[in-house]
């Protein structure tokens, strides 16, 4: 069905992503200021969410109904429903400005744009031809956008993968609960679904609701048992002691790390190195300065042993690379409390390790837990300027990156200036008082 929104988008020209979203944003402000609400300010959408509105395959949910509401002056119910055969004429505040003048390299952009949507119908159609049995081609499909979703997590915005995970999570179920598949392909969907649940639970987890997580991540450990994929149930255990170590339940976290490390002996890929630098940094929510020294030595010794397994070459939240088992370490020690010399130093080349986003094992969550990590100690050893100076780039993150993890982790060096050197100077209570308008704010910036 053509529908009046995606006539409304013809008519003005605003076809081309980045032209409506910046209109959607500024109508988001506008009805901030009307309705005093400061989320709204930040409101937001991807490219596949635009997508699937013009193409009139999902209706808008939540803020973002008011916001299109306000922008166009039609309810949702006039905008989805069948596009008349003549359009009014733009009125004076409807009319787009055209730029006559633009450059090829914005039209190129938009027949990009225009070749994209049109790959992604025709996948759709061939899932669909596809109807007696599961085909290689829908396969490859699935397996393409776990391996895209994989890599992208770690390095962009969550409001710009959600939906496409949540399209892929449905695709997995979908195939498996259609009874088309054959054996072969049954295991390797189900291993699919552990994939694509566990990044959902991660998801709900960085949006601050670790029980919603727990419930996806369950999903994994039944897919994953189903897939008879080893490493894969090593990763969804993991997984569960990283959703409770954030959520502040230490004990279950390292009796997760530890039953994630029973499962992966044996295996030679990067999850048994990831299940032994969980178990360091649940200890150290414990207080337990020798369980951490041991399994952060075990993790060491994992590494040298280490080759990459089919998980490892899905990349991002699959793979736990050096860099990223540096990161732990430093975390787990500043955990205990105390630090010195080495463990600033040990923490500066964590954060010089996450110094270049186009490195392929690069993350703005752990480069933002790095940055706290040194901040802690440098306070530890009464760098009260040097702290400052690590915590900077945290608080200067864009709302659409500040996940649960960040705000928990930035709250850390809030209670260290609490109670430790120059906790009565001025810059301490500054900036106390900067990270407590911080940890106000929710989790990331999604649109609804």
Known sequence: MHTLFRALIDQREWKAFPAFRSRYQRAAQEVATVEDNLALRSLTLSDATFERWYYGTHTPRGDARRVLVHLFGYSIDELWAQ?????????QHGTAPTNTSADDGAHLRQMGRQAAMAARRAMEFAIGAERGQIGEETMGYVQDRVRDLAARYTRVPLAEVLDDLTETQEQTFTLLEGGRARPSQTRDLYLLSALTSGMYAKACHDLGDPASAMMHVRAASVCATKADHTPMEAWVAGLKSLITYWAGEPSRALHFARSAATTAQGQRGSVSVWAASLEARAAALLGDQE???????????????????DLDALGGLLEFPKIRQDYYEVEAKALLGHGDARLVTQAEETVHGYSDPNDPHWAFGDAAGAQTNLALARLY????????????????????????????????????????????????????????????????????
């Open 291 to 309: 369980a951490v020294r041991q399994a952060n030595r075990r993790a060491t010794e994992l590494r040298e042993f280490c080759e990459p397994d």
């Open 381 to 448: 050893t009464s760098e009260m300027d040097g702290a400052l100076e690590a915590v900077r780039p945290v608080l200067d993150l864009p709302v659409r990156q500040r996940n649960a993890g960040i705000i928990h982790s930035i709250n850390r060096v809030a209670s260290q200036l609490n109670t430790g050197y120059g906790r009565d100077s001025v810059a301490a209570r500054e900036l106390r008082e900067e990270i407590e308008m911080y940890g106000r704010q929710r989790p990331l910036a999604l649109p609804r």
């Open 83 to 91: 596009a008349p055969d003549r359009l009014p004429p733009l009125g």
